[in-house]
């Protein structure tokens, strides 16, 4: 049994694949499981602890992969349950843990349950594993209630029985009703089946969501109009009962041994909030999205480390530190565009984007920071080869839902999905042998491909590789943090025997004594510079 306190989630380097777009072994231009088995030595090479697979289940695809029918398979696009055991094998023998995307807060309306309460009408039990409603006005025609979707337009659609169904997102996304016990005790066999298979954990998608106000009550709009942000003041997030459906999962995976580990996407306005998700008895870990959402200022980020061990800490949590994911602009991207703009996540304002030189090395330089910060990090697939914001996609070959729905007015998150660039040259820069590709890639991608940077010590890869490297080596991840400078434009700290210098500032600045053990720019013996991080051996 692990001690309290070591357990390998609370340090680890957690991978994001991305399936349909990390790697395609039949070539039909989508990412499989074969496909990722065949490039699990990238990862061990890079020395990730753990991969975090972005759904895979079988799903009509409306929401790529989101949009769950069922949960207890994979979808043939991706492959095979045979295919995930040896994935999942593959990865144990090379010491990396995996963990399975869980979308709980909706199916897909392919689902069998939801087919079912289309056909059992109005008042039926099938219905009540979801949320229906009657409609208000004559005759019911207008929604329930003013509750929009996050992918535009109202959260309620009408059937023609007149009854209307609430999808927080898209219309094919049907939510689930959490005060239906059924719900319930599917899910927590749904839990059992893959913890049965061996998944180390679950990375659980909008756990903020699912319960929602009973009542189904107006979400009130403030005084400048606007519906508020994303914590409390939303009836259909961040709900008292919530908590207990969490309280409910951690007993259930406290049953197996290996120490598996639940995560939560929980987009919310204070870490105070998100701390709500990792109290002791609910889930091991909870996406900082604060830090993400922080531009490239000193003083801020100085604020939200602090404020991220001290909140986490307070509830006996690890923080996280996570840069990029798959809903979010490619951070070396984001963080070079103008401030107001940084930390507007979801798709960039423009086509246009910052100068590419400036964006890597500030990109670099943000994930030298982060990977020596201590508690648990994630990587987005790619970033590892400083893969860019891609704008350059025809409208016509956009995927994304938002896009869709709200007519091309939300540019949508289809820059940071696209697929891999493995080779240099050849089909599809080695993504497959075909050259087929869901989403087009654009020209000049194979410079920024694994092979290109693979002999280069200069590469973004070999940054990646050291920075793993020495994380493990002088134990930063399980570490502590002692600032040693605490205002002006450089971030200078102590965590172990490394000391860690983030120049965000306009000028040099001298390196203090010690041996360089790796910086994101520049040469060894010269001044620190600017968007550069160095780590010394004190």
């Given at each position: 049994?692990?001690?309290?306190?070591?357990?390998?989630?609370?340090?680890?380097?957690?991978?994001?694949?991305?399936?349909?777009?990390?790697?395609?072994?039949?070539?039909?231009?989508?990412?499989?499981?074969?496909?990722?088995?065949?490039?699990?030595?990238?990862?061990?090479?890079?020395?990730?602890?753990?991969?975090?697979?972005?759904?895979?289940?079988?799903?009509?695809?409306?929401?790529?992969?989101?949009?769950?029918?069922?949960?207890?398979?994979?979808?043939?696009?991706?492959?095979?349950?045979?295919?995930?055991?040896?994935?999942?094998?593959?990865?144990?023998?090379?010491?990396?843990?995996?963990?399975?995307?869980?979308?709980?807060?909706?199916?897909?309306?392919?689902?069998?349950?939801?087919?079912?309460?289309?056909?059992?009408?109005?008042?039926?039990?099938?219905?009540?594993?979801?949320?229906?409603?009657?409609?208000?006005?004559?005759?019911?025609?207008?929604?329930?209630?003013?509750?929009?979707?996050?992918?535009?337009?109202?959260?309620?659609?009408?059937?023609?029985?007149?009854?209307?169904?609430?999808?927080?997102?898209?219309?094919?996304?049907?939510?689930?009703?959490?005060?239906?016990?059924?719900?319930?005790?599917?899910?927590?066999?749904?839990?059992?089946?893959?913890?049965?298979?061996g998944v180390d954990g679950f990375r659980v998608?909008?756990?903020?969501?699912?319960?929602?106000?009973?009542?189904?009550?107006?979400?009130?709009?403030?005084?400048?109009?606007?519906?508020?942000?994303?914590?409390?003041?939303?009836?259909?997030?961040?709900?008292?009962?919530?908590?207990?459906?969490?309280?409910?999962?951690?007993?259930?995976?406290?049953?197996?041994?290996?120490?598996?580990?639940?995560?939560?996407?929980?987009?919310?306005?204070?870490?105070?909030?998100?701390?709500?998700?990792?109290?002791?008895?609910?889930?091991?870990?909870?996406?900082?999205?604060?830090?993400?959402?922080?531009?490239?200022?000193?003083?801020?980020?100085?604020?939200?480390?602090?404020?991220?061990?001290?909140?986490?800490?307070?509830?006996?949590?690890?923080?996280?530190?996570?840069?990029?994911?798959?809903?979010?602009?490619?951070?070396?991207?984001?963080?070079?565009?103008?401030?107001?703009?940084?930390?507007?996540?979801?798709?960039?304002?423009?086509?246009?984007?910052?100068?590419?030189?400036?964006?890597?090395?500030?990109?670099?330089?943000?994930?030298?920071?982060?990977?020596?910060?201590?508690?648990?990090?994630?990587?987005?697939?790619?970033?590892?080869?400083?893969?860019?914001?891609?704008?350059?996609?025809?409208?016509?070959?956009?995927?994304?839902?938002?896009?869709?729905?709200?007519?091309?007015?939300?540019?949508?998150?289809?820059g940071c999905r696209v697929p891999m660039p493995?080779?240099?040259?050849?089909?599809?820069?080695?993504?497959?042998?075909?050259?087929?590709?869901?989403?087009?890639?654009?020209?000049?991608?194979?410079?920024?491909?694994?092979?290109?940077?693979?002999?280069?010590?200069?590469?973004?890869?070999?940054?990646?590789?050291?920075?793993?490297?020495?994380?493990?080596?002088?134990?930063?991840?399980?570490?502590?943090?002692?600032?040693?400078?605490?205002?002006?434009?450089?971030?200078?700290?102590?965590?172990?025997?490394?000391?860690?210098?983030?120049?965000?500032?306009?000028?040099?600045?001298?390196?203090?004594?010690?041996?360089?053990?790796?910086?994101?720019?520049?040469?060894?013996?010269?001044?620190?510079?600017?968007?550069?991080?160095?780590?010394?051996?004190?």
């Amino acid at each position: 049994m692990t001690t309290p306190g070591s357990e390998w989630w609370r340090t680890a380097v957690i991978y994001q694949v991305y399936p349909r777009s990390y790697a395609d072994a039949d070539g039909d231009g989508i990412g499989d499981l074969p496909g990722a088995l065949a490039r699990i030595d990238h990862l061990a090479d890079l020395g990730v602890d753990a991969v975090w697979f972005s759904p895979f289940m079988p799903s009509p695809q409306k929401d790529a992969g989101y949009d769950v029918s069922d949960y207890r398979d994979i979808d043939p696009m991706f492959g095979t349950l045979a295919d995930f055991d040896a994935f999942l094998a593959a990865a144990h023998e090379r010491g990396i843990r995996v963990i399975v995307d869980l979308v709980p807060n909706h199916s897909s309306d392919q689902h069998a349950w939801f087919q079912e309460a289309l056909a059992a009408g109005p008042g039926s039990a099938a219905r009540g594993r979801y949320v229906f409603a009657k409609g208000k006005g004559r005759g019911g025609a207008q929604p329930p209630n003013n509750w929009p979707s996050f992918f535009g337009g109202p959260a309620w659609t009408r059937l023609p029985d007149g009854e209307w169904y609430l999808h927080l997102f898209d219309s094919s996304q049907p939510d689930f009703n959490w005060d239906n016990p059924e719900v319930r005790e599917e899910f927590r066999d749904i839990l059992r089946f893959w913890l049965d298979r061996g998944v180390d954990g679950f990375r659980v998608d909008v756990a903020h969501g699912l319960v929602k106000d009973a009542a189904l009550p107006d979400r009130v709009v403030d005084t400048s109009g606007q519906m508020g942000g994303l914590g409390n003041e939303a009836p259909y997030l961040a709900q008292p009962g919530v908590h207990d459906i969490y309280r409910d999962w951690r007993a259930l995976l406290d049953t197996y041994d290996g120490d598996r580990a639940l995560c939560a996407e929980a987009w919310l306005p204070t870490l105070e909030q998100v701390a709500l998700w990792v109290r002791p008895d609910e889930m091991h870990q909870a996406f900082n999205m604060n830090y993400l959402g922080t531009p490239w200022d000193a003083e801020r980020l100085r604020h939200v480390i602090d404020e991220s061990r001290t909140v986490f800490g307070a509830v006996g949590a690890p923080p996280t530190w996570v840069l990029s994911n798959h809903d979010v602009i490619r951070h070396p991207s984001r963080l070079a565009l103008p401030e107001e703009e940084q930390s507007e996540g979801i798709g960039p304002a423009s086509k246009v984007l910052p100068d590419p030189v400036v964006a890597l090395r500030r990109g670099r330089a943000a994930t030298a920071l982060m990977l020596a910060l201590p508690g648990s990090a994630y990587l987005f697939q790619g970033e590892e080869l400083g893969l860019p914001e891609v704008v350059e996609i025809p409208d016509a070959a956009r995927q994304d839902p938002r896009f869709i729905r709200t007519a091309g007015a939300e540019y949508g998150r289809d820059g940071c999905r696209v697929p891999m660039p493995w080779t240099a040259g050849g089909p599809a820069f080695g993504f497959n042998d075909t050259g087929a590709s869901w989403l087009p890639q654009p020209d000049g991608w194979g410079a920024h491909s694994r092979d290109a940077q693979a002999g280069d010590p200069a590469s973004t890869l070999s940054l990646y590789r050291a920075l793993l490297r020495l994380r493990r080596a002088h134990g930063l991840g399980s570490g502590d943090l002692e600032w040693e400078t605490d205002e002006g434009d450089v971030l200078a700290f102590r965590n172990g025997d490394v000391r860690v210098v983030a120049n965000l500032g306009a000028d040099p600045v001298p390196l203090p004594p010690g041996e360089v053990l790796v910086r994101s720019g520049g040469r060894a013996a010269d001044p620190l510079g600017t968007d550069e991080t160095a780590w010394i051996r004190v």
